[in-house]
């Protein structure tokens, strides 16, 4: 046999009524304290889960029995002379396709414009794509000693909203093979 209770309670009156405080968003919400800003003047995250600037890239099969881009002798300084400079990442699952873009910007180099894009790629990105890579010639034959800068996009075009973050490259004269 299965006894229910009811447990009546009286009607409250309005003038009875609790009040509560009216809190604002942020008390209940994430608090400011523990929010970490995302730097997009870093190297980007999220979507990307290895990003490195190489001398050159190689296809190998993966585990899945992909093509997967691996990174050739990393590093973030080159020679003037080096003919291209690639920027080789590893993806997070994705859902659908996309382009990955590169706009290189030279930071510190004697007698450029640091706001004047010198050089840009683009990588279209399929479905069952995990990996890819970025080329960037030098302007002129070779490329001048300084600090250079690329900015990461992701998206359909380039624009405000698609900045995923930046990587960096030194380029050192007198520097040996």
């Known amino acids: ?4 209770a009811l ?4 009607a409250l009156e309005a003038s009875e009524l609790p009040i509560t405080k009216n809190s604002p968003i942020p008390d209940f919400q994430n608090r400011t304290q523990d929010v ?16 490195t600037t190489a001398e ?9 029995r992909t093509h997967e881009i691996v990174p050739v002798k990393p590093t973030d300084r080159f020679r003037p002379d080096t003919p291209t400079i690639f920027i080789v990442f590893h993806l997070h699952q994705h859902y659908q396709g996309f382009q990955v873009f590169g706009r290189c910007f030279p930071e510190t180099v004697a007698g450029l414009d640091p706001t004047v ?7 279209h990105i399929a479905l069952e794509d995990d990996s890819g890579y970025l080329a960037l010639s030098p302007p002129k ?4 000693p300084g600090r250079y800068k690329v900015e990461i996009h992701v998206g359909e ?11 960096r490259f030194t380029i050192v004269a007198g520097m040996k093979k």
């Open 56 to 64: 050159g890239f190689d296809e190998e099969l993966g585990f899945h």
């Open 36 to 51: 970490v800003p995302y730097d997009f003047d870093a190297p980007p995250q999220g979507l990307f889960q290895a990003i």
């Open 157 to 167: 075009q380039i624009n405000e909203m698609s900045l995923m973050g930046t990587m």
């Open 117 to 123: 894009v010198i050089g840009q790629d683009a990588m």
């Open 7 to 10: 447990l009546v309670l009286p």
């Open 141 to 144: 034959d070779a490329w001048k």
């Open 1 to 4: 046999m299965v006894v229910i």
